[in-house]
């Protein structure tokens, strides 16, 4: 692979796959809120 | 069960967040990340193309999927319950998406019936090597040409059977709802895409040639981005691969609790979504550069997309690389497993729609939406004519179905119902990502231009010529009649009356929500005093609209 090619697939890697821990990390800095809602109902 | 008794069934809903995420990814990672990402990235200029492709992931796929869970989870129904809830007049655009839906559901679940094939055909390299071309058109679909034998009703059972086969597992599914069916379908399925596809990869990589293949897809092409045409295919390509704009991801997102983190989930669900498209590239291009040197040719002559790369291309992969049978059980697997995750989520749509319009409890709305549509499924798709029908059913409908129902959205929402202030307020109020001013710019104005702009193109290019050749009365029916069709039978339905028993009428649920939320009643719900209760009401008032 040349030189530029790599260089591209790093910064591809970085921002997509950076991206995504970003976002997660976000996530998990928030929880879900165990409010006060009733339980989903059962199915069926 | 819910249909013995007057009492409107409640909203079913997922498990937790992190189901509904899964579930979201599933729907969004389908056949078109695997099979299409890497050749629209390798036309469009190599590694130059994630520049468009990052800008049209981040102004237009992320706003219209924020659009969408906005919508769902504000107005708590599915795509026709959630436009009403919105404006009595908007309703038609829900149908619109669903049936929409209902036309990907029938060739859709095809494409995976091929797939499951040939995981089989894999470890046993049954087409014989040199012989995949003829093996997948000749052998296997037995295609033949629509001009000559019109919409043929030979039926061919290697695909046919499969197909049923495909039908009964999602069938399944949906009958066990959402929680328990496409919850659960989606964190046993979605682990083991991931694990499957990382195997591939690093298999592919190690294969001769790997490098080369690599070093063509990522090789960037700088002069690729002052050609418009390579824009146009980036905001194409985000729109249709993260599944926004027909339905599904309102229909999912009115299954969220109702205190849940829309954009934070949203943006996971999207980086996810093209993280594993830029994981799709690397193994197909690694594989892909493997058949180059084995063939003795440039990786620019055997790249390709779509059917070609999965059906022929991949199949010769198999039979010339060593270890190849894993690599074709691995691949038609993940197109498999992607395939159903997504399948279930394009009928959700519909069931979800039928459900609230009807007042139907789950099991009877999947039997009477599925088995139809198996039934048109093997109609079509189990005959020598498939590939065309498929072809032409899945073109037209993207282009004058998918992408013309969302600028309509956009347009009705932001410039006819000035509902974008509400949607976002909804959004910030409670996500950790907060959206403002610069969404309601991307939605009410980028994404129209952009949209309008891509279906003009469409437009121009469908009618200078006959779509792929084929006949005109074939184009007539199955590709302009089909996409017509669907708009008149949107206002059919939209004009047909709520059951007394439907969630428009009569939902203890949405009315507790706004009172709750403090939003003001909506068009569905402004007769009804804003009483948080939870006694059942009385329906007397559906017979009156």
Known sequence: ?44 | MATATTQTPKREAFGSRNVFILSAIGSAVGLGNIWRFPYVAYEGGGGAFLIPYLCALLTAGIPLLFFDYAIGHRFRGSAPLAFRRMHRRAEPLGWWQVLICVVIAVYYAVIIAWAAMYTWFSAQLTWGPGNENDFFFVDFLRSADVAEVGISTEFVPQVGLPLVAVWLIVIVIMALGVKRGIGRANMILMPLLTVMFAILVVQSLFLPGAMDGLNAFFTPNWEALGNPAVWASAYGHIFFSLSVAFGIMVTYSSYLKRKTDLTGSGLVVAFANSGFEILAGIGVFAALGFMAQAQGTEVAGVASSGIGLAFIAFPTIVSQATGGSIIGVLFFGALVFAGVTSLISILEVIVAALQDKLGWARIRTTLTVSIPLAIVSMALFSTTTALSVLDTADAFVNAFGIMAVALVAVIVVAWLLHKLPALVEHLDRRSSFRVGRVWMLLVGALAPLVLGYLLVTELISKISEPYGGYPGWFLAVFGWGMVIALVALALLLSALPWSGRSHAKDDPEYDEFLAEEHYEPDAETSSIPMVPTTEPRSTEKGASA
Do not use: K, Q, Y
Request: hydrophobic content about 60%.
């Open chain 1, 1 to 44: 692979m040349t030189i530029t090619a790599v260089v591209m697939m790093i910064i591809a890697m970085v921002t997509i796959w950076g991206g995504l821990v970003a976002a997660i990390v976000n996530l998990a800095r928030h929880p879900e809120v165990a409010d006060s809602e009733p339980a989903p109902p059962v199915e069926l």
